[in-house]
């Protein structure tokens, strides 16, 4: 459904690693996320954590160990960790109650971990959008949308990305997300104005632009859909006091809900009128409308 090329606001719920490694906190989240928050759908992410990081930051300690989940940076990423069966597991279980699964992947075998499953789209985050040889297994073997953030990434990397798109004849399955790396990031470092450039340059290479926040509260949301981002991605948790690094740029659920239910209330807003007066305005015009013409 389109009004006056505004298409339906679609909201990704970022579950991310605020399971904290804990399936059946991750299968609430998606039963709040549907349930009581009424987004479209969820997203995880996954790693292999022996072949993404080196020896070296693999048993280095967490820069902040007050978020750590093991002795190691590493065994904190492992402990964060579900395998490609839990990743099926929630999948199976996103099917039975009506929204849509997906997973960030951060390296080649996750990636093929994943694709396995069939989602309907995977994402590339900021931090693995150069990873082309990723990104070229993905293109040859996996038919499903392709999501990427632009988060610490040049104009010309975007270009040289989504050239290669276009060369592996997959463009048109890429959404292509406005984002800045920063959790959280403070409002004038959200540069919502480049969505303009990705749609100026973009819009008809890609099949649609997005945005992912990691800003406070969801002023900005709305404001980057109407600025043409019909995809919003925002982290997501029960509770932001949690431990762990995402939790405190994360909507909780009241905070979701409410992003969730402005969002459509512009969509339904956002049309000109089809008649200089409407029905809503004709009882208002008999009864106040200045007579003495």
Known sequence: MKINNYSKPFVIAEIGCNHKGDIEIAKELIKVAKIFCDVDAVKFQKRNNKELLTEKQYHEPHPNPLNSYGETYGLHREYLEFSVQQHAELKNYCEEIGIVYSTSVW???????????NPSFIKIPSACNNNFEMLG???DHYFGEIHISTGMTTKKEIEELIQFFIQHRRSKD????????GYPVPFEDVCLLDIKLLLENYKDKVKHIGFSGHHLGIAVDIAAFTLGASIIERHYTIDRTWKGTDHAASLEPMGLRKLSRDLNAVFKAL????QDILPIELVQRDKLKNKKV
């Open 137 to 139: 297994w993905l293109c």
């Open 271 to 274: 049309k000109y009128k089809n």
């Open 107 to 117: 390296d080649v075998t996750s990636a093929k971990e994943i694709a396995s499953l």
């Open 174 to 181: 890429v959404v292509l997300y406005n984002c800045t790396s």
